[in-house]
């Protein structure tokens, strides 16, 4: 934590002589897909989607009126995340973002909250999205070696469309796979709480860290911190033949990502699971200073971890932008959304074409 402080200050000090605005469009060139030949975008509305900075706001962290004043209504009322904060979420993320509030370790710079237009259609077969948000300055990492997390993508975003049977989801949206014990959280454990549990750390491929996962795949998840207990559960897996059935069942969340380099699709349920769905078009351009990201994924795919998208239904969805060379927990994030099929009374109406 003090080296952590020191190349923060340091980074700081850079940032003040302008180092830190470097345009972010002298990234490496990014790839250039077919995703959505033949869409007229036209067909379809767009809306605002606001994804803000969250720092170590866990899914523990929402449910402890120690740590959020909305905890209460949140497990008691049932209030949705986005009933009390969709329109504060700027000002939110500023506050994070510069460590005010649950992030002890600032990027000097980053911006804290998003804007990206978004547009949802479909066809007989397939889903399209379409986002699109304004590039921002580069503001060097101060912790990590070049300033850049992940230097081969200067953007990803990500979609999680949750299954069935995931307590809270429809309140948090993707916060529920967010947990005090993962990479760059409090609790993370260390390396060697990971190779002291063996097989549980070997099922869930947590040599080095805990990836995201959901309550639902654990015995139990600690939220208090009695006695000084770490907050979350990694370590308390249920059965192979639980989390199967659990899979079976639909129980998880679809997860898809679109990166510079290729997208992927996945799952989340014992573990993040991804290129374990079936196979996904992406597309991610920089025109100027507008990041352009397409989605094109099958309606009904037929794989296990994939969520099946009908007519008539309604789905809870929530979207991730890691902008600026980022990952793990340093990106943006939006509040719960509801996807749905020429449905005029969700957010996310996706129009036929």
Known sequence: MARIAAAVEQA?????????????????????????????????????????????ASFEWVQNGKTHGGARPFTKGGDKCSTCHAKELPAMGQKIVTGEKAEPTPIPGK??????????????????????????????????????????????????????????????????TCHNDSRYMPDAPEADALAAAGD???????????????????????????????????????????????????????????????????????????????????????????????IKRPLDTGAPGDVKIEAGKVYTVGFAIHDDFTTARFHHVSMDWRLGLDDPNVEINATAQ
Request: glycine residues 12%.
């Open 12 to 56: 700081k000090a850079a940032a003040s002589g302008g180092d830190a605005g470097a345009s972010a469009s002298a990234a490496p060139a990014a790839s250039s897909g077919t995703a959505d030949v033949g869409i007229d975008w036209g067909k379809a509305s767009p809306i605002t989607v606001t994804m803000f900075y969250p720092g170590q």
């Open 111 to 176: 911006r804290g909250s998003i804007d990206a237009s978004l547009q949802a259609t479909h066809d007989a077969e397939n889903l399209y999205l379409r986002l699109q948000f304004k590039a921002a300055a580069h503001t060097p990492v101060p912790f990590v070696e070049g300033g850049k997390m992940d230097p081969e993508n200067p953007v990803k975003v990500a979609m999680m469309i949750a299954g069935q049977g995931i307590e809270y989801v429809e309140q948090a949206g993707c916060w529920a």
């Open 200 to 294: 549980v750390a070997q099922r869930i491929d947590a040599s080095e860290f805990v990836s995201k996962y959901i309550a639902e795949s654990r015995t139990e998840i600690e939220l208090k911190g009695r006695n000084n207990a770490p907050l979350g559960g990694w370590d308390k897996l249920k059965s192979e033949d639980e989390i199967a059935a659990y899979l079976d069942g639909g129980t998880f969340m679809d997860l898809l990502r679109a990166n510079p380099t290729g997208g992927n699709n996945g799952h989340i349920l014992d573990a993040r699971r991804v290129d374990e769905g079936a196979p996904i078009d992406t597309s991610v351009t920089l025109e100027g200073d507008t990041w352009t990201v397409v």
